[in-house]
């Protein structure tokens, strides 16, 4: 496909214009659910459609759009590059398969309190910060694309406003509001130093600046970007807040989130700094740090949620040491990794909210017998969990491989360190998906430890391992809140809550909602669709390294567009 | 690059002020802290623009006596987003007042599992420790009453 001359670029603002302009459809449409939800999809597929467009158009080179034609440093400029686009396309993707999950979620939970007219305005928006936040070709648009997204999460985490996500939330907002502040400094700095915002300028202009300087701005951005991607030690706020949140939102989160963060780190990298030993050691040690102790904390947890989360922490380590490499093999690779870990960690997560959804729980010590009850959502568990671990042929072993490969290449004491750390993580990892898997799939319901059949039943600060579901007990359980608890649905979760592990001794096979898993279905099949494809996906990333570590075909290509030339001060 | 000596100094004592505030339990306070932070980085990001000088208007002065508008406007944006975290945080502090009538930081509840684990001893039942939550309600009046030294005696 080769898309007509001047197509993509008038196509190009199109992933952040459409969610906002649905965003307010949403709004305007709240009270008619069917309505929202079609606007909601369509904008969302059109989006997913015009980032492939922006793919294939991108690939003879980056595309640039200048924003009301205003010249660079006053305008804002909008770039599509090699880079961008991939991650503009998977995170569409991945963000439209979320919401149709949500949606099923919503509808068979068919609660008439559940707020959709807040979940579809507010996504939208989430998708629309994300989308900025990849195209933009500016510092202090990247900033507004990361408030736009981050506003919205603060929404989606705390939707229904129970006791846990208002705690979470609260922590989650102090966080990402002192990371945007660091992030702001970071932004005075550089004007500060270069008097231009424009990445492209920026690139050219922070040569002239003595390293002592570079070096601090470099790191006051990094510390940003490191909290936003969630780098050991600034990781500690995740696996907190996450959890907490409706399956749907942790899915999108954990896909999307972090990786805007981790985008930003490798833009900061190979645009602005190219050169800079210091931090890449600093961020060897980092990734390091994160991939170990990330994976010993997954070991360590025994609500499935959690130890997804700390997977999702331990795997940031592996993108954020292919980073540090600074070669076109290591970037490429880590390139690879992001576009695999956001299908599979969304999909793990989704999968998560079925396991609640079928068994009640997400805590492995109340588990058993979820392969009996439900084969298929055993196979949906089975399949991203070995592909996170790293088993070959599956796209998670081709992206490690790729960075152990680029280590090795590297060949600094460092790098041996880390290709050690990244083999050590990826068996770790495997071992959580294991213990996740046999306890709660595999492991018969006669052996699950003696408990108060009670205690899974909706009542009055029902207790729970986690501590997190007492007060969703308590308050009404709003989209996605998990499993239906509320006493309205009491009888429902009579029939599920507790029972298939009770029950499964009958083999009852528990039906799975629909459209839930169909979305879910959807996503590990794109997951292992990575695997199929994962020649050409990786031919396509190493080319988009070598045109970032080159930065030449960024640069020229903005600076064709802008005539602007003249210093702004 | 010249910059104001006395901008600095303000910047300096907000920065202090407001880390003061973030560290504190009140949430209100770490809101506050939140928006002097803000106020004090804003004031960072106009000094990154330069001297003052006459307003940026085409037509009132040469343009090399101008200020920076660029930062100006940067800093506008910043007012805004700041604010609408300020009135989010509000709301959700509100409805942390509303569900359990404090203005605390509620601890995590693995932390506070472990420390009465600790405070026990290791053999007791975890489950029985969980449903006794509604103890933090009082534990939280004392300290809203009283001084900081209950909430270092509870720690």
């Known amino acids: ?569 | 690059m010249t910059t104001s000596w006395l901008l600095l100094m303000l910047i300096a004592v907000l920065y202090t002020a407001g880390v003061y505030l973030l560290l504190d339990r009140s949430l209100t306070r770490v809101l506050l802290g939140i928006l002097v932070l803000g106020n004090a980085t804003n004031l960072l990001v106009i000094s990154a623009g330069g001297p003052t000088g006459a307003a940026a208007l085409v037509g009132r002065a040469p343009e090399a006596a101008m200020s920076d508008a660029l930062v100006q406007a940067l800093v506008l944006t910043a007012i805004v987003i700041t604010l609408g975290v300020a009135a989010f945080l509000l709301a959700i502090i509100h409805r942390s007042w509303t569900l359990d009538r404090e203005d605390d930081l509620t601890e995590d509840t693995e932390d506070r599992s472990v420390r009465r684990r600790l405070a026990r001893g290791e053999q007791v039942d975890e489950d029985e420790l969980d449903t006794t939550g509604c103890e933090e309600v009082s534990d939280t009046d004392d300290d809203r009453a009283g001084s900081e030294a209950g909430a270092e005696a509870q720690a």
């Open chain 1, 1 to 569: 496909m080769n898309p007509a001359p001047g197509l993509v670029e008038s196509l190009l603002p199109l992933p952040v214009l459409l969610p906002l302009l649905g965003a307010g459809a949403a709004l305007v449409l709240a009270g008619r659910p069917t309505a929202q939800r079609t606007v909601s999809v369509g904008v969302l597929a059109a989006v997913v459609a015009i980032s492939a467009v922006l793919l294939a158009g991108a690939a003879g080179g980056p595309k640039v759009v200048t924003v009301g034609s205003w010249p660079a440093p006053l305008g804002i400029t909008l770039v599509a590059d090699g880079l961008s686009t991939v991650m503009l396309l998977t995170s569409m993707t991945v963000t439209l398969l979320v919401l149709l999950y949500a949606i099923g979620q919503g509808t068979s939970d068919d609660d008439a309190r559940t707020p959709v007219s807040i979940f579809h305005p507010t996504y939208l928006v989430l998708t629309a910060g994300v989308a900025d936040a990849f195209l933009s070709g500016d510092l202090f648009n990247l900033y507004v694309g990361f408030e736009v997204l981050l506003m919205a999460s603060y929404v989606l985490l705390t939707l229904g406003g129970t006791r846990s996500r208002v705690r979470a939330g609260l922590t989650y907002v102090v966080v990402n509001v002192l990371s945007s502040l660091v992030f702001l400094i970071g932004i005075a700095l550089v004007y500060a130093a270069v008097g231009t915002l424009n990445l492209a300028q920026i690139s050219v202009r922070m040569a002239s600046v003595p390293p002592g300087t570079q070096l601090a701005i470099h790191l006051v951005l990094l510390t940003a970007f490191g909290i936003k991607a969630a780098v050991f030690p600034l990781s500690a706020w995740l696996p907190d807040s996450y959890p907490t949140a409706a399956a749907p939102v942790t899915a999108v989160f954990a896909g999307l989130l972090t990786k805007v963060g981790v985008y930003s780190i490798i833009r900061t990298q190979t645009l602005l700094f190219p050169i800079s030993p210091v931090a890449d050691d600093v961020l060897m040690i980092a990734a390091l740090a994160t991939m170990v102790i990330g994976a010993l904390g997954a070991i360590a947890q025994e609500d499935l949620k959690r130890v997804l989360s700390f997977t999702l922490v331990s795997h940031i380590g592996y993108m954020v040491f292919g980073v540090a490499l600074a070669t076109p093999a290591g970037l490429g690779a880590a390139i690879f990794y992001v576009v695999h870990h956001i299908t599979v960690q969304a999909a793990l997560f989704c999968v998560a909210g079925l396991v609640e959804r079928v068994g009640g729980s997400t805590s492995t010590t109340r588990l058993a017998g979820l392969a009996a009850a439900s084969p298929l959502l055993a196979v949906l568990f089975f399949l991203p969990a070995i592909n996170l671990g790293g088993i070959p042929p599956l796209s998670g072993f081709v992206g490690k491989l790729g960075l152990v490969e680029a280590g090795v290449q590297d060949g600094s004491v460092l790098a041996w360190l880390l290709v050690g750390g990244a083999a050590l993580t990826s068996l770790l990892t495997l071992y959580a998906m294991a213990k996740v898997w046999v306890l709660a799939f595999w492991r018969p319901v006669d052996q699950l430890p003696a408990e108060e059949p009670a205690d899974d039943r909706a009542g009055p600060a029902g207790p729970d391992r986690s501590g997190r579901s007492d007060d969703e007990d308590r308050y009404p359980v709003l989209i996605g809140a998990g499993p239906p608890r509320g006493p309205g649905t009491a009888a429902y979760s009579g029939e599920l809550l507790g029972t298939p592990a009770r029950r499964a001794g009958e083999r009852t096979r528990v039906a799975l909602p629909a459209l839930m898993t169909g979305a879910t279905v959807a996503l590990v099949t794109v997951g292992l669709a990575l695997t199929v494809v994962a020649g050409a996906l990786y031919a396509y990333t190493d080319r988009a390294a070598g045109d970032l570590l080159a930065r030449t075909p960024y640069v020229s290509a903005v600076f064709s567009q802008t005539v602007d030339t003249r210093v702004t001060r």
